[in-house]
């Protein structure tokens, strides 16, 4: 039996004293006042039995992680359809490029960079009654914890500066490949990136992907095919144009977002989540893509 705090302590001791912590984002104002000494690592095993170190408390702001939640929800509504309106190819491509989208006409290379995180905005908004609250309701669920909520000033420094995704959402309604307005698209996209969890709260959350479908409170939001699915989706796609190096260095399907926190997770074993807010130059967590080598390098735990 792995003594799993022990092999925590051990990473955390290690990455802690790296220099070179990477580049916390900007281009949305708000982040910008992260502290980059912020580093938080915590694993949830399907046994039940959990384990963190560091800020793993310490709510973050989750921005591209949550597509990996919306995308789940769009296909608990939607179920194959989804992919008649995202494709599932990594595009190689920063998660804001725009070029393939339009040589593409209209059809995202898949649903967890921008413009595909946009159509999946729009089946959400199409489908749910109160559509910020409900699909913020979804995330209290999965993680058990009313206490997640979306962070305002976060969402409106997006507003006031997310020029791109403006751009990819017209060219996706130019396509007609959003029924609802653009304006309602972003508002409810910028809110979902804005949502604010720790590392043990989306351990919890991300724990139906381990379970076949089955979050932590035994319901099935997922069938166990489209949890599978979704988990390829991760790995090839979770982490920008650094898909390929995610999963040559650690090998684990996962996601990670630009407030510098990874979900990551070995089917039917383990979901493992990081956090440190500086990036490196393909914006993924630096130190936290650091970590997770060292995890499943320590545990020989990857999907290989
Ligand atoms: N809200 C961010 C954006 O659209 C998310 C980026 C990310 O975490 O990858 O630029």
Redesign the pocket.
Known sequence: MRDFQAILNDIHSNIIKTKDKGVVASY?PELAHVDKNNFGIHLRTADGNHYGVGHFNKPFSI??ISKVLALAKAISFKGNDVWKRVDVEPSGNP??HLSLLELENGIPRNPLI?AGALVIADILISHLKNPKEDFLNFVRDLAGDPSISYNEQVAQS?KAT?FK?YAAANLLKSFKNLENSVDDVLDFY?HQ?SIEMSCSQLSKAFYLFVNKGKCLMDKAHLTESQAKRVNAVMLTCGF?DEAGEFAFEVGLPGKS???GGIAALLPNHFVITTWSPGLNRK?NSQLGMKALEQFTSKTKLSIF
């Open positions: 949305i921005q591209s998660f804001n921008n997006e997310g995704n910028f990136c920008y977002g630009v407030g914006g």
